[in-house]
């Protein structure tokens, strides 16, 4: 056996190791590395994928950003992309013989819909922050404590001694906003607030983000929460409210943009959890999920339906009818409270 430790870490898949391992492999250079992220990104994946090409590729690798979706990158995050900043759709081609590091993907079925995420590359490492991560990579750095996988890229680039630049530290402090809800969501601890510090002292513009993020809204997204404010149906003793949007109504108000919507309805007063579903086409919903301080853990109820996410904020697809489905979400909550009485 190797007395590289690196070496045997190579050797064992599926091996659960810490920033400072990942950071050792990546140190084994140049390579030629694939980045990816989970399909219908958001923030933080978008932010931390551009982050670590950028960084990785300052470093001297051969650096190529891969997505499952045929436009990855959504256009509230589109400031942040530069010349360069080019995202291939589907996954790298096995004759260029990549590593494939995957940024906040908790299970390899977010990442390629139709394919092994091994195949055709020479190994995979599985960057992220979800509790329930499959850990299907090869190397496995998941820190389920961390409020994003924003910070689970700062602790590599740290513990590898790679220089947070100013176009690396914008796109991890879009990612780190984002996933603690401008750090009001219960994971916003201590290392939050100082890889913030860490972040704005390498250059990232808070207020030039926070005007893209949060102050250029489409009209299309208000004219929606007003029609799901008007279907809202509040359940389990007023505890958890749920609505649905569709076809007719993205055709009336200009667009599908739904994001924020769930967050308002889980905003109002007495509502523990919220629950969004949005139909496009003739069959199937797509189910957003968000409680307050994650009791009741909202991606156990996804889990349920093939889901997954973060205790506070989930989601899931279904094809089950409106009634059915709102019925059996009533029912997992209704459970949840039941136990803690």
Known sequence: MSDDPTTDLRSTPGRSVDARAIARRLGEGPLRIAVAAHRNPDGDAIGSMLALTRALRAAGHDVAMHHPDPHPVPDEFAFLLAPGDEVATGPPDPSEQRLLIAVDCATEGRLWTDGDPHTGVTEVINLDHHHDNSRFGDLNLVEPDASSSAEVVVHVLEAAGLPITAEVADPLYVGLVTDTGRFCYSNTGVEAHRIAGVLIAAGADPHR?????????????????????????????????????????????????????????????????????????????????????????????????????????????????????????????????????
């Open 209 to 341: 983000i926070a005007r893209h993020l949060y102050e250029e809204q489409p009209e299309a997204r208000l004219r929606l929460l007003g029609r799901a404010a008007e279907r809202a149906r509040r359940l389990c003793d007023g505890k958890l409210m749920l609505a649905d949007l569709g076809p007719q109504d993205f055709h009336d108000a200009g667009g599908d943009d739904t994001d924020g919507i769930v967050e308002a309805m889980r905003a109002v007063r007495g509502v523990d959890v919220a629950g969004l579903a949005r139909r496009f086409g003739r069959r199937g919903w797509r189910v957003s999920l968000r409680s307050g301080d994650g009791e009741p853990d909202v991606s156990a109820i996804a889990r349920a339906y093939g889901g997954g996410g973060h205790r506070s904020a989930a989601g899931f697809s279904s094809e089950l009818e409106l009634d059915e489905l709102f019925a059996q979400i009533e029912a997992r909550v209704a459970e949840h409270y039941r136990g803690v009485r």
